[in-house]
Every structure is written in C-alpha cells, then in structure tokens.
C-alpha cells in the first residue's frame, strides 16, 4: 500500500508541477516482464531486438516511441533502469513496472519528473505482465506537453 501511495502521490505532484520535455529528451522505460516469455528475442539487450509480433505489449509501446519520436528502453532491474534515468540527455520519464519498482525510481531519480504507469500481472510476478497502452499514450502526451484538443 505504502508503494501505491508514494506512486499516486508523485504522478498528482507531477501534474501540478507541469513539466514539459522533448521528444530526445523523453524516456520511456519498460521492464523485461513486459516481454512474452516464450520469445525468442531478447528485447532486454535491446528493444529493437522486438520483432512485433504482437504477442505482447512491447510492440505496442515500441508503436508509441515510432509516433512520438521518444526513445524506448528496457531495463532488467532497478539499477539499470536507474542509470538510464540518471543520464544527462533524459529530461524527462514515462516509468512502467510494478509498483514495487516504480516507488524504488521515483524516489531514486528525484527530482527528475518520473510519471509512473504500473503494469498489471496476470501470469503471477516478474513474468508476462502487461500494460494499459493507453495509459502509457497519455503519460507520454503530457510531459510532451500534448493535450486532447492537439490529439490527431
């Protein structure tokens, strides 16, 4: 409870402070659960191993970086997902994990904005989550600083 609390609290912040950010400037950062894991590919090395297949959310996401022009990573773990983050040419952060994780980054990459969207976790943990994409679109809308009324 304590992690959704401090998850929640950190993306109304975020809305207040209204941060704005660049397409170069945006990471999105998804975790390697997110990845199918009967696939071949190892999108942990590198997204662009994805072959889009569709069989799990990491081409949708990967759809998203493509029409946003935001760069999409993988990390494998708290430290690297930290590291990314922490990179002078990242000003800003859409975050998908478990909320475990995205209480461990927010409050590891502050003051950097990080706006968290918490993966669901049908299979059990750490394996074969997914995302609301959507939730992930309007995360990346606004620290583009894109409202509905610019939308399409």
Known sequence: ML?????????????VRRPKCQPGELLV?????LQNSKC?????????????CGRCTVDAIMALGDEYGVRVACATGGRLALEMVKSDA??????????KELRAGVIGGF??????????????????????????????EYLLGIS?????
């Open 148 to 152: 509905a009324s610019k939308r399409r």
């Open 40 to 52: 071949a590919q190892r999108v942990s090395v590198d997204v662009a191993n994805c072959k889009r």
């Open 29 to 33: 950062l998804i975790p390697s659960c």
């Open 111 to 140: 003051p950097k904005p990080i706006l968290t969207v918490s993966n669901s976790r049908p299979n059990g943990p750490c394996k074969d989550t997914a995302v609301a994409v959507e939730d992930v679109r309007e995360a990346i």
């Open 3 to 15: 992690s959704k609390a401090i998850i929640k609290l950190n993306n109304s912040l975020l809305r």
């Open 90 to 99: 990242v000003k800003g952060v859409v975050a998908v994990a478990c909320d």
